[in-house]
């Protein structure tokens, strides 16, 4: 298991920053998931890790070495990229082994890895066939046993899920979580996909912009965003962010404890049935859940109510939620404690 460590890193684009001196930390044998929309440096993170970007500044740490300088093949580390990069002329086997035989690994090393590699992934039955032969799923496998075979305890995933349909992914991103966890690796995955992130990470990097918004567990970016950012990005349907004016939820008499310029609150956490006044703007029913926007003085509130309830647009409802649900943000997105 390797740790990894940048410090200061930035990285600049011709006078645009597309990474703003980030400091990061991650631990041995985790499942560290870069996420934040397009354009925000998460794969330009990745790719200064491997060594496929230099930095213009900063240092990259691999298992306490710095690697800064070092080329990708120096540095003990593995990529699956989101196209998979199959050979199409050559087998399965052939692809698995073909960076074994570029660094002239033994034949019979070679041979024992592949079977061991094949057996871990259940690919023993597809050696021979080619990638054009095999589902997404399959392709996908074939792109992680070519960078499990290296034995490198550093892997780096480039949304290498992006390109399967959704029950594909929701199995592949079981599977990949179990195979690090058995195998103690040090994981490095990029994506957009919040419910990715959410639910195969130890450690959630959130980035906006170059900058890092949020470093933490999934449980406590979900539960204490640091900002409004974060607030929005995680969540489904996002976290209602409602204007306070004079303590009050902004054109309503709805009073707020708690000093700041934002609050916010999750759809989940309110409830229908309360004292705060509300007229339901629009619905979404999908299934389970019954989506609604109520509108509560000058601002939207959106409910996660459960799918069986009967309401149409125009209905007035009473809302509520616990104060614990409150989040409190000032005037430039930042939490309140």
Not at 45 to 59: D, K, M
Not at 135 to 160: F, I, T, W, Y
Request: some cysteine; proline content about 4%; hydrophobic content about 45%.
């Amino acid at each position: 298991m390797s740790s990894i460590q940048l410090v200061a890193v930035s990285k600049d684009w011709g006078g645009a920053k597309a990474l703003e001196a980030i400091n990061l930390t991650i631990e041995p044998g985790s499942f560290c998931v870069l996420l934040g929309p397009s354009g925000c440096g998460k794969s330009t993170t990745l790719r200064i890790i491997a060594g496929l970007e230099s930095a213009s500044a900063g240092q990259v740490f691999v298992d306490g070495r710095d690697v800064t300088n070092e080329p990708p093949a120096q540095r003990g580390i593995a990529m699956v990229f989101q196209n998979y990069a199959l050979f199409p002329h050559l087998s399965v086997a052939d692809n698995i082994t073909f960076g074994l035989s570029v660094r002239k690994v033994e034949a019979t090393e070679a041979a024992q890895r592949l079977k061991s590699t094949a057996e871990l992934l259940g690919l023993q039955n597809l050696l021979e066939r080619k990638p054009s032969q095999l589902s997404g799923g399959q392709q996908q496998r074939v792109a992680l046993g070519r960078a499990l075979v290296a034995q490198a305890k550093v892997c780096l995933m480039d949304e290498p899920l992006s390109n399967l349909d959704a029950q594909l992914r929701q199995d592949m991103r079981r599977e990949l979580r179990e195979l690090q966890q058995r195998l103690g690796l040090t994981v490095v995955y990029v994506t957009h996909d919040q419910t990715e992130a959410m639910s195969m990470a130890d450690q959630v990097v959130l980035l906006n912009k170059g900058r890092i918004e949020q470093n933490a567990a999934p449980r406590l970016l979900y539960s204490s965003p640091a900002t409004t950012f974060a607030a929005r990005f995680i969540g489904t349907p996002a976290m209602n962010l409602l204007r306070l004016q004079d303590g009050h939820i902004a054109g309503s008499q709805v009073a707020v404890l708690r000093a700041g310029a934002l609050l916010g609150i999750r759809p989940e956490s309110v409830t229908l049935g309360g004292q705060i006044p509300a007229t339901v703007q629009s619905l979404e029913y999908l299934g389970a859940d019954l989506v609604l926007r109520c509108a509560v003085g000058t601002e939207v509130v959106t409910v996660r109510a459960d799918g069986q309830c009967d309401l149409v647009a125009g209905a007035s409802v009473g809302l509520q939620w616990p104060a614990q649900a409150e989040h409190i943000f000032d005037s430039q997105g930042n939490r309140v404690n």
